[in-house]
Structure formats: C-alpha cells, structure tokens
C-alpha cells in the first residue's frame, strides 16, 4: 500500500496548482467573458466576413406553367442544393374571403442553368421573389403573339440592386424553335419583365 508522505503531499500539490494555473492561462477573452462559449463576436458587424459567399445560378422553365396558371401571382423561394441555389414557386391562391393561401408542395421548380457573376453572402437581402400576375399576363400574352407559334421557356437571371442590396431576377422569353435544341438566345438585352423582392412587394 502507498504511503503519503509529507514530502510526496508537497509534491502533489505543487503539480496539481501549475496545471490549475496552466489550465487558467490557457483561456481567452471571449472564454473568461462568455460563459456559454460563444463569442460576442457574432453578433457584431465585424465577424460579416465568416459569412461564406454563395454566387447565383440562372434558371430555366418551361412557360407552360404560367400559361395555365391563368394570370395568378407566383411567389419563388430560395433553394439551397448541394451546389447549386435554384427558385421553387407557389401559386398564389384566394379564398372566397380573398385571404392568400399556398399549396402544401411548390407548384413549379425552376432548374439550375448555369454559374452567374451574382453573389448573396454578407450584407445582402435574401427574401422571396414575386412575379406578379400582371407580369404573368403580359409573358403569357407575349408567348401567344409569336407568330410562328412556338413553345417557350422561360429564363430567370438573377440582379443585384446596389442601391438597395436586394436581388431580383429579370425575366426573358426563349422561344423554342422547331429543332427543340435550337433556342432563340437574343435575350441579353434589358428584361421588361423581373421578379419584385419580399419585401417590399404586394399580393395584388
């Protein structure tokens, strides 16, 4: 059996405080005055670079579903995969005491087309998206007056407001020509047509 002697207890004890005050040192700032381990930092302006940046695809659908969508308001939400960020869409609905509602699943997936030079990460509004059924009646017209009566896609290019640090998405017709892989790519002029950040946006 061990016998403690004096000098053995001194010993113990000498090692027992260097390690409490080794223990002690080895602290930070943030650990000695957040006791729940983290930091304020966070919180602050000044941690916005942990933010990672994520860039923007350019998505594509087929106009068919808002062509029978019958002029009704869509409203986009964001979806993160495992590379790409693309819109999933609900059609908005009223009920006869015209309060909004949405189906449980999205009524429409907008699919990734391609990588833009658009960024969201620190600093950035991300909402929803809304088309308005206006601008769905206006897309919808503009498809029907082709006069080659084409079909048509519909491609989604992400935008950033700088003014006001919110995205929006302009809109342009690719029509479908009899070839289906031969698409009408004059697009890259300016949109009439784009998406209307939430918020600010109105249903009606």
């Known amino acids: 059996m061990t016998q403690f002697t004096p000098v053995r207890v001194l010993a113990f004890c000498l090692l027992f405080s260097f390690m409490f005050v080794a223990c002690q040192s080895g602290q930070t700032s943030a650990d000695k005055a957040d006791s729940s381990g983290i930091s304020s930092m966070t919180q602050n302006e000044g941690a916005s670079n942990l933010i990672p940046v994520v860039y923007l695809d350019s998505l594509v659908v087929s106009a068919k579903v808002f062509e029978d969508a019958k002029g009704k308001s869509f409203i986009f939400?964001?979806?993160f995969g495992d590379s790409t960020v693309s819109?999933?869409?609900?059609?908005t609905q009223k009920t006869k005491s015209d309060s909004i509602y949405y189906s449980p699943n999205p009524d429409v997936k907008l699919q990734p087309k391609g990588?833009?030079?658009?960024?969201i990460g620190a600093n950035t509004y991300v909402g929803n998206q809304?088309?308005?059924?206006?601008?769905v009646k206006k897309i919808v017209a503009k498809i029907k007056s082709d006069s080659l009566k084409r079909q048509a896609n519909l491609l989604f290019i992400p935008n950033r407001d700088h003014a006001t640090n919110r995205i929006q998405y302009k809109v342009f017709i690719q029509f479908i020509n009899k070839n289906e892989s031969d698409l009408d790519t004059n697009l890259y002029s300016d949109s009439e047509f784009s998406t209307n950040p939430s918020p600010p946006h109105g249903y009606n």
């Open 115 to 119: 990588k833009t030079n658009v960024s």
């Open 77 to 79: 939400d964001y979806f």
């Open 130 to 135: 809304l088309l308005s059924k206006e601008a």
């Open 87 to 91: 819109l999933n869409g609900w059609i």
